[in-house]
């Protein structure tokens, strides 16, 4: 795999914009990656709502096309060494264009800040000369705002999901940026390099890494639906999927949609899960994790 490719490069099929636009565009296209995989348990796709009733694919790409700048403003902040103020500020900003957009429905919050901050990484590893790979990106991070994460990541968030995380002794998603997203460097990273380097085509890929991610992450969005049964009811099922052999055998995704159909009924949606799902594919299109 060639990971240390100069970040330029990630423009190259984009050669009349800018890299912050590069960047930004990657990110939305990441978050439509997310929105357009099924089967995806309890997640909103094209094919249905999932879990939500106050919520569709219509709703989600409002949502994707209200904060598409975002990426991009965010980017050139990191490429300006921003402090973590900054980007906070650039955040709750998005997050209430967002909000505008879908009518006061929360769709992409998580992404706001996940995949903000992965922007901002990469506009600063282009300042600073630095790889496009994930390694790089994650102490590019970890540089420049890992002390402002830690800081952020002691305080108890008042969102449903901070709330959820601290009433079950689960690592809330502030705590786990300023571990520096080992979910996503650590798991889902490599869960989408692998199944692509097997020879997996996008959907099967996509699917066995949401499903890689299920498996071991706190996922506050699913505690908050479901408690902490939820959490490990789906845990469990995601360990087991994989186990069984993921999306490449035979009835693979057959498997993944009787899954999808538990979830609905029990009311759970792993919306933290989906973060990091479009997170990896965002750094596919960054690192060329498949080359």
């Not at 709750?92 to 992409?108: C, D, Y």
């Not at 002691?154 to 969102?159: N, V």
């Not at 159909?261 to 990091?276: C, E, I, K, T």
């Amino acid at each position: 795999m060639s990971t240390a490719r100069p970040l330029a490069q990630v423009g190259a099929a984009l050669p009349s914009l800018p890299l912050a636009h590069a960047i930004g565009r990657a990110a939305t296209l990441a978050l439509y990656d997310e929105l357009a995989l099924a089967p995806k348990p309890g997640l909103v796709s094209f094919a249905d709502s999932g879990s939500h009733d106050d919520m569709d694919a219509r709703t989600f790409m409002r949502s994707l096309l209200a904060l598409r700048h975002y990426f991009v403003q965010i980017a050139l902040l990191g490429e300006a060494h921003a402090p973590f103020d900054a980007l906070q500020a650039c955040g709750i900003a998005a997050e209430a264009r967002m909000l505008k957009a879908t009518g006061g429905v929360n769709t992409h919050r998580g992404a706001v800040f996940t995949l903000g901050l992965l922007c901002a990484a990469a506009g600063a590893a282009r300042r600073d000369g630095g790889p496009a790979c994930p390694a790089g990106l994650r102490s590019t991070l970890r540089r420049h705002w890992g002390d402002a994460l830690q800081a952020r990541g002691g305080r108890i968030s008042p969102l449903p999901g901070g709330i959820a995380a601290h009433r079950h002794g689960l690592r809330s998603a502030s705590q786990e940026a300023a571990l520096g997203f080992p979910v996503l460097f650590e798991t889902a990273v490599p869960a989408l390099r692998d199944a692509l380097r097997r020879g997996l085509g996008p959907q099967q890929a996509r699917v066995d890494t949401l499903f890689a991610v299920m498996a071991v992450l706190d996922d506050s969005n699913l505690a908050h639906r479901g408690g902490l049964e939820g959490l490990r009811h789906a845990q469990h099922a995601a360990r087991g999927f994989l186990a069984q052999g993921g999306a490449a055998r035979p009835a693979g995704l057959e498997a993944a949609q009787a899954i999808h159909r538990d979830f609905v009924a029990r009311r759970l949606s792993p919306g933290g899960a989906a973060d990091m799902l479009a997170a990896a594919c965002w750094m596919q299109r960054i690192c060329g994790l498949a080359a």
